[in-house]
């Protein structure tokens, strides 16, 4: 069993990671699979999404005689992370306030 | 499914769902470089860990505004999965697929055809085996024959020269003992345990098959 993991939520770990480092397409999909359960056929449409919508712009570099292309993120990019963290927070605290009966609106705690 | 088949086929449903030529070449160039940083060696598990070029092709098409007919197979997402529950090494996630008969059948031909690789390694390991069986046999031996050489010389020789003839047959003597000594455990320890080496290196060889059917591929 599991919790599935919705194209928004994606993106935004996408993001985070290239926030990071900048960093190549197998490497980011290794990362990601520290929490998801995905496939580097799942990561190339986002990847494309977010180059596509200017979160995230490519650079080649050599590598071993050949070319690796890199992703970095942008101003836009950065500035959609930060939304997609605070909603993130928000939504979580909805969640863990259903699931882990935590925070209920009588009894703040945290 | 090898790297170049794998890309063919990619680039050909792409072409079919009428994608631009800049968009198939950058998702080609991808899946290549997918499959270089994967590395060498690794083709086929790495196109089976992305399922077929069909499904990663209607999932670009799909991201792209073209809509395929058909229903759209998304690779299954989920949180905190099991890491290696029957994964092969290097994180891999297989296809959650079962086995069918073609990928058995493939196994057993895969097999086949890679027996110039596994038939040299286990006919090495067993003359490696055999070598070290004829080498203690040999020193057993040359023990045993030096004892007897020893005590048979030295009593030939006692009458001529005593001194020499006592110490040959001084070192006879000593040899014997020592060939007592150890035969008497190691004979008793090194038969069985040769005898049960061989059979569990036997069972691991067939165990190899049976495995090599059903997990290869």
């Known amino acids: 069993m599991g919790f599935s993991i919705n194209a928004g939520l994606l993106d935004a770990m996408v993001l985070s990671i290239v926030q990071n480092n900048d960093t190549y397409g197998y490497e980011i999909t290794q990362y990601l699979r520290k929490a998801v359960d995905i496939s580097e056929s799942t990561l190339y449409p986002v990847l494309r999404r977010l180059q596509k919508g200017e979160m995230l712009e490519t650079y080649d570099k050599e590598f071993m005689g050949r070319n690796r292309r890199y992703y970095r993120i942008t101003t836009k990019g950065n500035d959609s992370l930060e939304e997609y963290r605070e909603e993130w927070r928000s939504h979580k605290k909805k969640i863990d306030s259903i699931l882990l009966n935590e925070g209920a609106e009588n009894n703040e705690q945290t | ?217």
Not at chain 2, 94 to 113: N, R
Not at chain 2, 167 to 174: S, Y
Not at chain 2, 187 to 203: Q, T
């Open chain 2, 1 to 217: 499914m090898n790297k170049l088949e794998f890309l063919t086929r990619l680039r050909n449903n792409l072409e079919r769902g009428g994608l631009g030529p800049d968009d198939i070449n950058d998702a080609l160039s991808y899946y290549e470089e997918v499959f270089l940083d994967a590395g060498f060696g690794k083709e086929e598990e790495t196109a089976a860990s992305m399922g077929s070029p069909e499904e990663v092709a209607v999932n670009i098409l799909r991201e792209s505004g073209i809509h395929v007919g058909g229903a759209p197979v998304m690779p299954p997402q989920r949180m905190n999965a099991p890491q290696g529950q029957n994964g092969p090494a290097m994180g891999y996630v297989p296809p959650k697929k079962k086995a069918s008969g073609g990928t058995i059948a493939l196994g057993i031909i895969l097999g086949v055809l890679t027996f110039p690789i596994w038939l040299p390694l286990v006919i090495v390991v067993v003359t490696l085996l055999f070598t070290l069986i004829v080498v203690l046999i040999s020193v057993f031996i040359a023990f045993v024959a030096a004892a007897i050489g020893l005590i048979i010389g030295g009593i030939a020789a006692l009458f001529e020269f005593p001194a020499v003839g006592l110490m040959a047959l001084g070192l006879g003597l000593f040899l014997t003992g020592i060939v007592i000594l150890i035969c008497k455990p190691a004979v008793s320890a090194a038969v069985p345990a040769i005898g049960r080496g061989i059979k569990s290196f036997c069972g691991w060889v067939v165990g190899l098959f049976k495995k090599g059917g059903k997990e290869n591929v």
